[in-house]
């Protein structure tokens, strides 16, 4: 019988050793649940693509971008390290249609930013199992090599979030913010807000909520960690 994934593995060059391990990898928890089956989901594969999708994208920063300091390093690293573009790439690899879920998927699974965040490292997590660390890797150099060198660090881009992945690019820890004042400036309130990274602040900024006063918080540390770092 034809294997359901003989174009996927054309596509990207695979002679499959254990077809299985890609099934798992495609494998929503919650399929099981509709089915009435036991195959095991992407979770635990999930954890091995993070980890290799992180060592790749760093190496390219490092080598495309020699005049950035680690900050500078790390967020950059974010902005490909993140939910967004790796549901961006879980896309245009084509990886969608192989995506097993269960009815109680509240959202279509094109549309749902995190599982395709999960499949994208889980399907790397596969092929590194099936395939070797040194295949995996050149896969994803092959498709990040020319957005990663033509990248660009971009504070503007949902700031708390970037900077939230940028920290843990490197440690697993969260930042925290803090709501320094809540004052009233011409009639109207003014909040000013910091944020956190074990203890040392890394940014503040104001604004007319909580909410838009961690957001400028958060761009300040970004800009900051963006300064080249001699100055």
Do not use: W
């Amino acid at each position: 019988m034809a294997s359901q994934y003989r174009d996927l593995f054309r596509r990207f060059g695979i002679l499959p050793h254990n077809e299985k391990l890609y099934e798992q990898a495609f494998t929503h928890s919650s399929y099981n649940g509709m089915v009435g089956t036991h195959h095991e989901d992407y979770e635990r594969m999930e954890f091995l693509g993070d980890s290799i999708v992180g060592m790749v994208v760093s190496t390219l920063c490092y080598k495309y971008h020699p005049d950035m300091g680690q900050g500078q390093l790390s967020v950059l690293k974010a902005q490909f390290v993140c939910s967004q573009s790796e549901a961006d790439y879980c896309r245009k690899m084509g990886l969608i249609p192989y995506i097993r879920v269960g009815a109680s998927m509240s959202k279509a699974v094109e549309d749902n930013i995190p599982v395709l965040e999960d499949v994208f490292e889980s399907f790397i997590g596969a092929v590194y199992l099936d395939q070797g660390l040194d295949f995996a890797c050149r896969l994803l150099v092959k498709l990040l090599d020319s957005d990663v060198k033509g990248a660009r660090v971009d504070v503007e881009i949902n700031p708390k979030s970037r900077l939230q992945e940028a920290m843990q690019a490197e440690r697993r820890e969260s930042v925290t913010y803090r709501i320094l004042e809540d004052r009233i400036i011409k009639g109207a309130h003014e909040f000013v807000a910091a944020v956190y990274f074990q203890g040392d602040e890394l940014g503040r900024g104001t604004g007319p909520n909580k909410k838009a006063a961690e957001t400028a918080a958060a761009r300040d540390a970004l800009s900051r960690m963006s300064l080249p770092e001699d100055n």
